[in-house]
Each structure stands twice: as C-alpha cells, then as structure tokens.
C-alpha cells in the first residue's frame, strides 16, 4: 500500500526565519481543512494506482524562497479519499495496518530510518505521529496523519536535523483544524 505519501526531497540547509514571518492562513472547502504556514501555498493533484484502484492525491505545500534561513524547507497537508469502507475508523486492526504500511512505505521513499512512531488520536480520529530521519540522519521529516471517515490526511514538515526541534513545525502542524 505504498499510497497517498508524497514527500519532498532536502538537500540545503535551513535556518531560524519562519518565527520572523507573517503566518498565512489557508483554507481547503474541498479538502475540509483550514491550517497556517509561513507562506502560500501551491497545490497539486496527483492520481495514484493502490490496491483499492486509482486514487486522487492532493498536495498543498509552501517552500520558502529562502531556504538557508528557513525553519522547515517545506509544510505541507497532503488528503486522499478512499471508497466507502476501504478505511472502517471502527476497525483497529485494519487502521493499524493501514499505518504501518503508510510508515513503512515513507521510509523506504526515502532510503531513511524511522526515529519513532506513536499513535496518537486528532479530533476524536485515529491517526500517528511519527519522525523519519534521512541524508544520512542530516535531514528529518515530521508527520501528524488520520483518518477521518475515509479520507487520510497527513501533515508534515522537513527540516535539516540541527532544525528539528523548531517551534514552527509544531505551529504549522497545531493549526490544522477540520472543517465541518
């Protein structure tokens, strides 16, 4: 199930600047989500071949102009719909599964090594967190992901390792609400 994980490459180094910047915030009517970043956002629309059949694979992401200052290299709120009971959020075992395929599925894009995952519920939802580190552990990749109803959401930043730990990845990844 190597599906509905986009993730973007680091090869620079990065910097203390999204804490300087003015936060913008944006919102998806059709993805049902309003977040903050530092920055607009630009969209892209994959279709993507998983087991259930072929998918729709939105990406919303902001990648500041100048990366050898910025915090995070990217932010970015990705969202796939699956059919109608291809994600049951009452079935523990298949959402498990689910995650562990998509955990596994990111690391591998990546050639990296998972630093840790945990589960962890978003607005009543399941969902995970976890950290993959890569570039040979100079480079890291956070992400917040659920599932609600059956659309998969995911939210991630990227950031050189000396950067982890800024505060603008938890902003970002705070800010994400749900739309009713």
């Known amino acids: 199930m190597r599906h509905c994980l986009f993730i973007f490459l680091l090869t620079v180094a990065a910097g203390p600047l999204a804490a300087q910047q003015k936060w913008k915030d944006f919102q998806s009517f059709e993805g049902h989500f309003r977040v903050s970043a530092p920055g607009e956002f630009r969209e892209k629309t994959d279709s993507i071949e998983t087991p259930v059949g072929k998918l729709a694979y939105h990406v919303f992401f902001y990648q500041p102009e100048v990366k050898d200052s910025a915090d995070n290299l990217i932010y970015m709120v990705s969202y796939c719909d699956y059919p109608p009971f291809a994600l049951d959020a009452?079935?523990?075992?298949?959402?498990?599964?689910?995650?562990?395929?998509?955990?596994?599925?990111?690391?591998?894009?990546?050639?990296?090594?998972l630093a840790y995952s945990s589960e962890r519920s978003f607005f009543s939802y399941p969902g995970r967190i976890w950290r993959i580190d890569y570039l040979n552990g100079q480079a890291v990749i956070k992400t917040r992901a659920l599932v609600a109803g059956n659309r998969y959401y995911a939210l991630q930043t990227a950031t050189v390792k000396g950067r982890s730990l800024n505060t603008a990845s938890d902003r970002f990844m705070d800010s994400f609400?749900?739309?009713?």
């Open 177 to 180: 609400r749900l739309l009713e």
């Open 90 to 113: 009452d079935s523990t075992e298949l959402l498990n599964e689910f995650f562990d395929v998509t955990i596994e599925a990111a690391v591998e894009s990546v050639n990296g090594e």
